[in-house]
């Protein structure tokens, strides 16, 4: 697995930024709209980036997770995408994994031990995993870097794909289901540096 050393300035970082682009993306250069996202996820600060389909928002935080020294969240509801985006990754030589309703709880161990020894630096995760005092406790022993919620559709566009399991009052405001909002918003309070985006 490649050593991802985080870089200095700001500067610096949109530069292994550009360069992680070529080498795992394939593109020459950010696009208009992804450049300022990335800048301001490598500076640490919130970011809120409303993007169309297809327009590269994956992209946008993918690539300063591997800037940063610990693990990157990303929440993201829907299961059959979230194995589609993290295969991908694996493809390209990139450290993720997901933890998700599909598993087998020995493997969820498993790929969680992976996680605290480093390594991966992509976990995406179903909201309702954020729901359980065993799993917050297990996210309380890993360096979490950055929390990214991604591809939050309302339950009514996403018909009998839309977990059963989950809660149907949507929070538009945090993009993100209720229930997994407090234990983003108390992960914020354990890890005030933590980049949060959406």
């Known amino acids: 697995m490649p050593k991802w050393k985080p870089a200095q300035s700001l500067g610096g970082k949109m530069e292994r930024a550009e360069k992680i682009l070529r080498q795992f993306y394939g593109y020459k250069a950010f696009r208009q709209a992804q450049a300022p996202v990335v800048k301001s996820l490598l500076a640490g600060r919130d970011t809120c980036a409303i993007m169309p389909t297809g327009a590269g928002k994956s992209i946008c ?50 790929r969680a031990d992976n996680i605290r020894t480093g390594q991966t630096k992509l976990l995406y995760l179903a909201p309702e995993k954020l729901e359980g005092s065993y ?33 149907r009052d949507f929070c538009p405001s945090f993009k993100v289901f209720r229930t997994a909002r407090l234990s983003l918003l108390l992960l914020r309070q354990q890890r005030p540096k933590c980049a949060m985006t959406s």
């Not at 020294?69 to 993201?76: E, K, N, P």
């Not at 890993?142 to 309302?154: G, K, N, R, Y």
């Open 61 to 110: 935080f993918q690539i300063p997770a591997l800037l940063m020294d610990g693990l990157t969240i990303v929440v993201s509801p829907l299961i059959s995408l979230m194995k589609d985006q993290v295969d991908a990754l694996i493809g390209q030589g990139i450290p993720a994994t997901y933890i998700n309703s599909s598993l087998s709880p020995d493997e969820a161990d498993r």
């Open 135 to 167: 799993f917050r406790r297990t996210l309380g022993q890993m360096p979490i870097s950055m929390v990214a919620v991604d591809e939050s559709p309302l339950p009514e566009s996403m018909g009998s794909r839309f977990p059963p399991e989950l809660p």
